[in-house]
């Protein structure tokens, strides 16, 4: 930095600011997590929350849902073109979850809430927040379809909150339009809170410092964040590096490694800048695993900052050196109506694996195996006869990272794009008609070599009562883990309906809507991650 700004003149302030805002960012998590009703929220954290700039770029991030954040800009920015800064008014806040709209997937609920100093707007508090059920053809609206009307309930940039008053008529039809209303309204309200407290905390610094000086910080902190990570591009070889990956299918057609279902990708580095081209991908699919554009650049930047280790603040700055080319019609940047609710949690890890397999060449020294590639998501629902009313579950299960130079895999892990914690049994049993049976890692699914990949987990839930409604996305089961520098894959991921005889009816890793009967057992399998380096 030059003379002439706040990080040059006066570091001290700008980095108890800088710092601030972070931190104010940990504070919203902790409100919305606190506040909130679903145990995917209040137990695993399936939400995250940022400070933005008045161009809608983020300026601070909490350590979250790295899928949520990376698209945040994309959200914000579809917002500020519906709802430009002059029509903001203390109290305000847009919903969206729109993915042809700068959103991920529907469950993914965007809200933002304007931060003012004496000149107006000067930024927003921004949470996303995954819904447990947005509506749509299945219990937690996440399930293979083959549009995205099906996918539940899309809400384009709406402004739900005017003057701190909730828009009745916007409330009525978003609430109708879900299952279990009164556990949804308490989540959204969860929500707003978290917001409140952000923006509120933003203006005591304005209050503090004056608002030319956090926007100021606002801008540099950026700036600040890209010259991070243009140093760590330097060490990097100037040249182009190539991966091709294919998924398992999308739930109507399957791909063993020569089908549909392929992940292209050349990288060109050149000086500092990294440039992504997804050309020779797969057209988009019928079923739910085409990645928006917001989802596809959220890979790109995670993997840029994964490869800077964690030293660089992360906020829109960090993303500056990085281009990024996605054909349109394609898995990586589908076009209206394809459904897209597994590739913000599955194609999103599979992509970070076509990348760092694409730069190990590059980078030795950092190459990582392949992982278990996805979030591990299922879903369940039906009606609680214990409780007499409807319920609505769903979890995000680890399974096994990939090796590295370092060491081994981690174990029954979420990695990459999904950053959410561990549900408890506890929490599962205690409300829900099910019992637990299992859950324990998987012995043998680590990939083999120098550095073992980390071991999948197994998980099995029985059901308690009839017509249990459950979904899987998953990935793994035909395509394992690759390793790396010589290590074996990992082993694959393994799904299956235990029936009261005992007899198994094997499953796919993406499987429609189904029903478990009383005694029933759904058993799911995640896979290992790759090893790295030959044994």
Same mark, same amino acid.
């Given at each position: ?28 998590? @902790? ?94 508090? =921004? ?13 937690? @609206? ?132 990294? /440039? ?85 060449? %590059?980078?030795?020294? /950092? ?18 006869? =214990?409780?007499? /009313? ?93 390793? %790396? ?6 082993? /694959? ?43």
């Amino acid at each position: 930095m030059s003379p002439g700004s706040i990080m040059y003149d006066d570091p001290v302030t700008f980095e108890v600011v800088r710092g601030g805002l972070y931190a104010i960012c940990e504070e919203m998590k @902790s409100v919305m997590m606190r506040a909130s009703f679903s145990p995917l929220l209040s137990l695993s954290a399936d939400l995250s929350c940022a400070i933005l700039d008045h161009n809608g770029d983020v300026v601070a991030q909490g350590n979250d849902i790295p899928v949520h954040l990376g698209a945040m800009p994309f959200s914000a920015k579809g917002i500020l073109e519906m709802f430009p800064l002059e029509t903001w008014l203390p109290g305000d806040a847009v919903l969206n979850n729109d993915p042809y709209s700068g959103g991920s997937h529907l469950p993914d609920m965007t809200l933002l809430t304007p931060v003012f100093d004496n000149d107006g707007v000067c930024g927003f508090a =921004a949470s996303r927040v995954h819904w447990p059920d947005i509506g749509g053809a299945s219990a937690g @609206s996440s399930s293979v379809t083959d549009e995205i009307v099906k996918e539940g309930l899309r809400v384009p940039p709406v402004k739900i909150m005017r003057e701190g008053v909730p828009d009745e008529g916007v409330w009525t039809l978003l609430f109708a339009n879900v299952r279990i209303p009164d556990d949804r309204i308490g989540d959204f309200r969860a929500q707003t809170a978290c917001n409140a407290r952000g923006a509120a905390r933003v203006e005591e610094q304005i209050a503090r410092y004056g608002g030319d000086v956090v926007r100021r910080i606002f801008a540099e902190t950026q700036d600040y964040s890209q010259l991070m990570v243009e140093a760590v591009l330097d060490e990097i070889p100037d040249g182009v590096y190539r991966s091709v990956q294919h998924l398992d299918g999308d739930g109507y057609n399957e791909d063993a490694g020569d089908g549909g279902f392929g992940i292209a990708v050349a990288i060109k580095k050149s000086g500092r800048m990294l /440039r992504f081209d997804f050309a020779g991908t797969g057209p988009q699919a019928r079923g739910p695993v085409s990645a928006p554009f917001a989802v596809t650049a959220s890979v790109c930047y995670y993997t840029v900052l994964a490869l800077a280790g964690g030293s660089v603040p992360p906020n829109s700055g960090a993303y500056r050196p990085v281009e990024i080319s996605a054909p349109e019609g394609t898995l990586v940047n589908p076009v209206y109506p394809a459904p897209v609710v597994a590739a913000n949690t599955e194609t999103s890890n599979r992509i970070v694996d076509v990348l760092l397999e694409a730069l190990a060449p %590059a980078i030795p020294d /950092r190459a990582v195996a392949g992982s278990y590639g996805c979030a591990g998501v299922f879903a369940l629902g039906g009606v609680n006869p =214990a409780r007499g /009313r409807r319920f609505v579950h769903m979890e995000t299960l680890g399974g096994g990272m990939g090796a590295s130079p370092k060491g081994p895999g981690i174990d029954g892990h979420r990695v990459h794009m999904g950053n959410t914690m561990n549900l408890p049994c506890e929490s599962a049993e205690a409300g829900l008609p099910l019992r637990i049976e299992a859950y324990e890692l998987v012995e043998g699914s680590s990939g083999a070599g120098q550095h073992e990949g980390g071991m999948g987990v197994r998980k099995v839930i029985r059901a308690l009562t009839d017509d249990i409604e459950f979904s899987l996305l998953y990935e793994r089961a035909l395509n394992p883990a690759p390793g %790396a520098a010589g290590g074996e894959p990992g082993g /694959r991921a393994r799904f299956a309906i235990e029936h009261v005889d005992g007899s198994q009816t094997p499953l796919s890793s993406k499987t429609p809507a189904g029903q478990l009967m009383k005694g029933e057992a759904l058993w799911i399998e995640t896979a290992g991650g790759g090893g790295w380096g030959k044994r």
